[in-house]
């Protein structure tokens, strides 16, 4: 019996789909790439598009369809942002937070702003120093690297942005949530070795942004968010143990997908991330002792990522159209990157939960 390597590899060879003239497909080079994906090397943000688009235009394979439990979308999703305490999805109510709010509730803004006074400058040891750094790093998987890259790229050269604070991007291309539950996984061996080459050590860490995703989800609602959860969990005590001073991490859910080829992160799952992000807040707030203190960084929102499509949403403009997709409808081009990268800097440098230490002005 051939291999799934052996029939994806012929696959590859065997169709020669047509693309734009000034972006073709080099089989030989996807085969390489699928081989290291498969052996558990670490991909580039680059390398890993280029295999997933090579993957979109292949079609037709069991990667492609996605676990034949997947759900199809309703004819139509609400933002979470834009929907009331009275408008429910499977029984969720609107809002960030819940109740149809978007803002958080008295007791989290009190516990943020107490997280927020404790970053401060640090030098290698973890000790306060005048000269000292903030490191705020990304842990996700592809589209995540892509999109905080891209937002580093804007950052760095944003006049906002401290001259203390330090961005590295951890986020790696096939890397989702269960990739990193692994306490010594590669997905840590390889964010360790991005911390030492930007001279950070993990004592300076104090922020992260994780988006929660995993791949191929599948099954009802409730078996989505279950695993979602418990890996994210994982990661975050994970996390706290790498970065003993890790103070906040703002959590991030999909972009729209509902032109996604396969079942790598399709509707409605993209969606039901976000009910994700915001049931471990609300455990959190309500004292689950998985999410302690001792065990896990203070869980807040980062910026909500999720518009319906050219539909958009009410709260702001925020639209998703086709050119800010790459083939497969799930990875971000090079548009979708800048609109993502464009929400993370407005939130890091505006937002009352977050600027002072992105500015390092109160």
């Given at each position: 019996m051939r291999s799934i390597l052996s029939l994806?590899?012929?696959?590859?060879?065997?169709?020669?789909?047509?693309?734009?003239?000034?972006?073709?497909?080099?089989?030989?080079?996807?085969?390489?790439?699928?081989?290291?994906?498969?052996?558990?090397?670490?991909?580039?943000?680059?390398?890993?598009?280029?295999?997933?688009?090579?993957k979109a235009l292949r079609g037709g394979g069991?990667?492609?369809?996605?676990?034949?439990?997947?759900?199809?979308?309703?004819?139509?999703?609400?933002?979470?942002?834009?929907?009331?305490?009275?408008?429910?999805?499977?029984?969720?109510?609107?809002?960030?937070y819940g109740k149809g709010k978007n803002m958080p509730p008295p007791e989290l803004q009190t516990?943020?702003?107490t997280a927020l006074a404790t970053i401060a400058p640090l030098d290698a040891a973890g000790k306060p120093a005048a000269d000292g750094r903030i490191a705020l790093v990304s842990i996700s998987m592809s589209n995540a690297t892509m999109e905080f890259s891209t937002f580093k790229q804007i950052a760095d050269a944003d006049e906002r942005k401290s001259a203390a604070l330090c961005i590295i991007d951890c986020a790696q291309g096939g890397q989702a949530m269960a990739e990193w539950v692994p306490a010594d996984g590669?997905?840590?061996?390889?964010?360790?070795?991005?911390?030492?080459?930007?001279?950070?050590?993990?004592?300076?860490?104090q922020v992260a942004w994780i988006k929660m995703a995993n791949k191929g989800p599948s099954g009802t609602m409730q078996d989505h968010l279950g695993k979602l959860e418990a890996d994210t969990i994982a990661v975050l005590h994970n996390a706290r143990a790498r970065f003993p001073n890790l103070r906040i991490?703002?959590?991030?859910?999909?972009?729209?997908?509902?032109?996604?080829?396969g079942g790598l992160n399709p509707e409605p799952y993209a969606y039901e991330s976000a009910l994700?992000?915001?049931?471990?807040?609300?455990?959190q707030m309500s004292g689950d002792v998985a999410l302690a203190g001792s065990k896990s960084p203070l869980l807040l929102w980062g910026p909500y990522l999720w518009a319906e499509g050219e539909k958009g949403r009410k709260i702001d403009d925020l639209k998703w159209l086709p050119a800010d997709f790459n083939e497969d409808g799930v990875h971000p081009s090079a548009s979708g990157r800048k609109k993502v990268a464009?929400?993370?800097?407005?939130?890091?440098?505006?937002?009352?939960?977050?600027?002072?230490?992105?500015?390092?002005k109160p």
């Open positions: 994806f590899c012929l696959a590859l060879a065997s169709q020669m789909i047509a693309q734009t003239p000034d972006q073709p497909i080099d089989w030989d080079k996807a085969k390489a790439l699928y081989q290291r994906d498969k052996r558990g090397e670490t991909l580039s943000a680059e390398e890993a598009d280029y295999l997933n688009r090579a069991r990667a492609a369809q996605g676990p034949a439990n997947q759900r199809t979308a309703p004819a139509s999703l609400q933002p979470l942002c834009d929907m009331t305490a009275d408008e429910t999805y499977l029984g969720e109510d609107g809002g960030l516990s943020a702003e590669g997905p840590w061996r390889e964010a360790m070795n991005r911390l030492q080459r930007a001279g950070i050590s993990p004592a300076q860490v991490a703002y959590l991030g859910s999909r972009i729209w997908a509902g032109n996604a080829k994700a992000a915001r049931h471990l807040i609300q455990r464009g929400l993370l800097l407005d939130f890091f440098a505006t937002n009352p939960l977050a600027k002072s230490w992105f500015t390092g």
